[in-house]
């Protein structure tokens, strides 16, 4: 569990000072099991079963000269999950997989704000909602030669949500996920990758409920009509060893998404909020390049240098303007750099 307290003073010139007072805390508890066991010399079966629960209780108070804004949410959440995988080697050059997993998800949140005394219509501030999710999956891997891979899968996901409260639904999504990968080893040192997929997002439930950040100034509406985007992805990638045990990895991903979950407004009798929805059709093109070299070779022992950049470009269109822009919350650029060494004689590990 976890509490969590602070005061903010906030100065804004010409507009006086404001006091953000916040508490939350913070409950969380899972539990899991894996089973596994051959069946034969050329079958595996593998069961696993979850369960994670969460409580979260918090409040925000704002003041700002005789003005005053409260915002409290009590959210309870849980997850369920269980799943059996079985795979099969048919032969050295084909194997077989199918697998079922079924989940059950719960969040229940009872959220208010409360301006100068007086209680605001906020969408999805007493909602339940219930998710009932299964997955059945069969897949096969073919290996035609030595240096080529063949990866097939066809997943099927069938969900029903249903949500209580201030806005009241039920939906059912079913979505076919198929998938191709192709791999060619065209030499000891080089790796080629192709594949072709579809995929769907995972809702977040916190997307359903209303959210405040008092010290922002940032209230968010919760929307029931969200769906999940779809994609059609292509990934490309080169992996390049060199030395001993260092690699190169250069990858292009294309994303053609619809129903793109981004930014959208909700109106109310009483204001207009920002809250999370569909905005229609958009793409991505994403760029990594990731680095991992041992730097034994010059005279730093036990060292190991790891690096990761990823360029990132989206477009989607505007739902208020109609201009093409990036979808929202996506970094253009993101890279790390990480240096490690171990140091046995010492039982030391440090890195930067």
């Known amino acids: 569990g976890e509490d969590a307290r602070s005061d903010t003073f906030i100065t804004t010139p010409g507009e006086g000072h404001e006091i953000v007072n916040e508490r939350e805390d913070l409950r969380e508890a899972e539990v899991g099991a894996r089973f596994v066991r051959t069946l034969g010399?050329?079958?595996?079966?593998?069961?696993?079963?979850?369960?994670?629960?969460?409580?979260?209780?918090?409040?925000?108070?704002?003041?700002?000269?005789?003005?005053?804004?409260?915002?409290?949410?009590?959210?309870?959440?849980g997850e369920s999950i269980g799943r059996i995988d079985l795979t099969h080697e048919w032969s050295p050059m084909l194997s077989l997989a199918a697998s079922l997993e079924g989940a059950f998800n719960f969040l229940e949140s009872d959220a208010e704000l409360v301006e100068n005394g007086v209680p605001v219509i906020l969408p999805g501030s007493d909602v339940r909602i219930e998710e009932e999710r299964i997955e059945a999956a069969v897949g096969a891997t073919w290996k035609p030669a030595d240096d080529w891979v063949l990866?097939?899968?066809?997943?099927?996901?069938?969900s029903s949500i249903t949500q209580t409260g201030d806005s009241p639904l039920q939906r059912r999504f079913t979505y076919p996920k198929p998938r191709v990968a192709l791999r060619w080893d065209a030499n000891e040192r080089n790796q080629l990758r192709l594949t072709v997929s579809r995929e769907v997002g995972q809702l977040e439930f916190s997307d359903f409920v209303a959210s405040a950040s008092l010290d922002t100034g940032v209230v968010t509406a919760g929307n029931a009509e969200l769906e999940p985007d779809k994609t059609w992805r292509m990934v490309a990638a080169w992996e390049h060893h060199f030395w001993t045990d260092a690699a190169l990895t250069f990858s292009w991903t294309h994303d053609r998404i619809s129903d793109v979950v981004d930014r959208v407004l909700i109106v109310t009798p009483d204001d207009v909020f920002d809250a999370p929805g569909n905005i229609g059709d958009g793409k991505r093109d994403t760029l990594a390049l990731e680095f991992s070299a041992p730097l034994d070779r010059f005279g730093f022992s036990g060292a190991q240098l790891r690096s990761s950049l990823l360029w990132r470009e989206s477009e989607v269109t505007d739902p208020v303007t109609g201009q093409r822009r990036g979808i929202s919350e996506e970094k253009p650029f993101e890279g790390s750099v990480s240096l490690t060494q171990d140091l046995p004689a010492l039982r030391l590990n440090w890195g930067i």
Do not use: C, I, P, Y
């Open 151 to 158: 990866e097939t899968a066809l997943r099927v996901e069938n």
């Open 41 to 77: 010399t050329h079958s595996t079966l593998e069961l696993m079963a979850s369960q994670q629960l969460g409580w979260l209780d918090s409040k925000e108070d704002a003041r700002e000269d005789d003005d005053s804004e409260t915002f409290r949410e009590t959210t309870d959440t």
